[in-house]
């Protein structure tokens, strides 16, 4: 897919991401598993994450995530329901610490938590991959990352078989964060991560943990800083190098990858003086999901 830009007087670029011709299959090593059951699972979850969980349905897929009561990103989380209670696909390096949390939380509550064993498989890249069989799921974050299967049902026959590094790439040829490669938890707010844009809050299901903070954001209708990507020439800068607009802050780098990377930027400040990191230019590069956002931010510091 060729890229399509339209250079804005913000020094802004919107663009269609570049995509593999192949679709591929991987599995996700990184990923891990937590079963959540019993006659309270539903409103126990409720009352924790940000996605509505009185309405998920037996077999759909949504995205989530925990937050910190000041409204931080602590974990964000896919939700596979079934009949009798969901399975979260979380980052592995945060099962240990995710399960104990909600332990925590669970007080009294008529829940079951167990770690199961289990594969997650992605089907991504090509244009417009269909939908493969039964027990796969579309990514509820965009369509364009493609199909998700926690270990119950086989790739389509025919398929190259892909590494968790293809899917990285793809994900950040998207602009789509990710909660290890951009350190976000514990460090930044649910919208400065863009999960409003991924569909991971839903701002009408009532409480939440960190509800407060995130409302408040989301009714004030622009945030000033989010996670955007960067394009640039040569070799990737260093994850939490600075990026410069003139002489002033802007944000730092995140996760990065050749040619491209994300970072978390001021976008008021963004929007101004060409923007650097040790002293290279870069371009703020936006899909065309986040476009809208990255837009009124500019429009208000105007």
């Given at each position: ?21 192949e679709t591929l299959c991987a599995v ?275």
């Amino acid at each position: 897919m060729t890229l399509a830009r339209r250079r804005l007087d913000t020094q802004v670029c919107v663009m269609n991401p570049p995509s593999s011709s192949e679709t591929l299959c991987a599995v996700l090593p990184e990923r891990a598993l937590i079963a959540v059951a019993g006659p309270e699972w539903r409103s126990f979850l409720q009352g924790l994450i940000t996605q509505d969980v009185e309405t998920l349905a037996d077999g759909e897929l949504r995205y989530a995530a925990l937050l910190t009561p000041q409204g931080r990103l602590l974990y964000d989380l896919f939700l596979f329901g079934h009949a009798e209670g969901a399975t979260l696909d979380v980052p592995s390096a945060f099962r240990d610490s995710l399960l104990a949390k909600l332990k925590l939380y669970r007080l009294r509550a008529k829940v079951e938590l167990s770690a199961p064993d289990g594969d997650i498989h992605v089907l991504f890249g090509g244009d417009g991959t269909p939908a493969p069989g039964p027990g796969w799921r579309l990514d509820p974050r965009l369509p364009e990352l493609g199909w998700r299967t926690v270990g119950e049902a086989s790739p389509p026959a025919g398929l190259r078989t892909g590494a968790a590094e293809d899917y990285d790439a793809h994900r950040l040829r998207l602009g789509v964060p990710d909660i290890l490669r951009d350190a976000l938890s514990d460090k930044d707010y649910a919208l400065e991560a863009n999960l409003d844009l991924l569909h991971a809050v839903d701002f009408r299901k009532g409480c939440f943990v960190g509800q407060e903070t995130t409302s408040r954001m989301k009714r004030r209708s622009v945030v000033k800083s989010r996670l955007v990507p960067i394009t640039f020439e040569g070799p990737p800068p260093a994850p939490g190098a600075e990026v410069l607009a003139g002489t002033l802050r802007a944000g730092e780098v995140r996760s990065t990858g050749a040619g491209r990377a994300l970072a978390l930027l001021r976008l008021d400040r963004a929007a101004g003086a060409g923007l650097t990191v040790d002293g290279e230019p870069v371009c703020l590069d936006t899909p065309e999901w986040l476009a809208d956002a990255v837009a009124a931010a500019v429009s208000a510091a105007a």
